[in-house]
């Protein structure tokens, strides 16, 4: 058995219209920024700002699903509170979805120097997917939430489906 | 005094948020203190002592003219910004 980790960040992904979330180049809130790649900002907007996307659960999934996610902040204090929401659909099944299956939530406190990485791992529940489900999800930063007292956008590098193999 | 508003809030976070990155200081505050900090200065400035110190400081030095107080108040923004900029502020 091993763990795999798949991007879910992709071309079938988008913000939502509140222009609180958004991919920028990284050097416009990193300071050395000798690497420069696009990163997802969630803005500190005191709102629920959302992204969505989709993907295909890999054929070789057995179990073991988690929402994995690495982030930074210029912040030095405070607390994100990330909210992931999906539905796995699969053949067959309504491809358009009016609920989530599942939300999971996780207030996730800053790293004290600015820019040093961050990791979020939410675990999700494993009989909720399938090889080949389709799942829909929405990744949100839940500003409106008196835990999310970060001042600063929340930068996030990568956004990843974590299952183990058989 | 007035409470601001969530969106003067927002404000304010998002500006010291964009200062600190551009000045290269820690952001090391949390969205409530940083609203407590501007509320607070908020209040102070709109006390009555304060207010009738600054009119009356504004009075003297454009005597005999008198300014309104809606001019007196632009006056102030500007004035505040520029009070930002010097050094001993």
């Not at chain 1, 990330?82 to 099944?93: G, K, N, P, Q, W």
């Not at chain 1, 489900?133 to 008196?146: C, E, N, W, Y």
């Not at chain 2, 551009?22 to 009555?48: C, F, P, R, S």
């Amino acid at each position: 058995m091993a763990t795999h980790r798949m991007s879910i960040l992709g071309a079938g992904s988008k913000p939502d219209a509140s222009g609180d979330v958004f991919f920028e180049p990284f050097s416009v809130k990193a300071t050395a920024a000798v690497f420069d790649p696009m990163v997802l900002i969630f803005n500190d907007s005191g709102n629920e700002d959302d992204f969505h996307g989709s993907f295909v659960v890999p054929e070789n999934y057995v179990g073991s699903a988690n929402f994995y996610m690495k982030w930074v902040s210029t912040a030095t204090t405070g607390e994100f509170r990330v909210e992931f929401l999906y539905r796995a659909i699969a053949d067959t099944e309504d491809g358009d979805p009016a609920t989530a299956q599942e939300t999971v939530t996780s207030d996730e406190t800053v790293d004290g120097t600015a820019l040093d990485i961050n990791t979020t791992t939410m675990a999700l529940t494993d009989g909720n997917f399938a090889a080949g489900d389709v799942v829909q999800f929405i990744l949100r930063r839940d500003g409106a939430d008196v835990a999310d007292d970060m001042g600063a956008a929340a930068i996030i590098l990568a956004a990843m489906f974590q299952y183990d193999d058989a | 005094m007035a409470a601001m508003t969530a969106a003067q809030k927002r404000k304010i976070r998002n500006w010291m948020e964009r200062k600190a990155k551009e000045e290269g200081y820690d952001l090391d505050w949390l969205k409530g203190q940083i609203e407590a900090a501007g509320q607070a200065m908020i209040d102070e400035l709109n006390t009555a002592p304060v207010k009738s110190a600054v009119s009356s400081a504004i009075d003297t030095a454009t005597s005999p003219l008198v300014l309104t107080n809606p001019e007196k108040k632009k006056l102030g923004v500007i004035v505040y910004a520029i009070l930002g900029e010097q050094d001993d502020a």
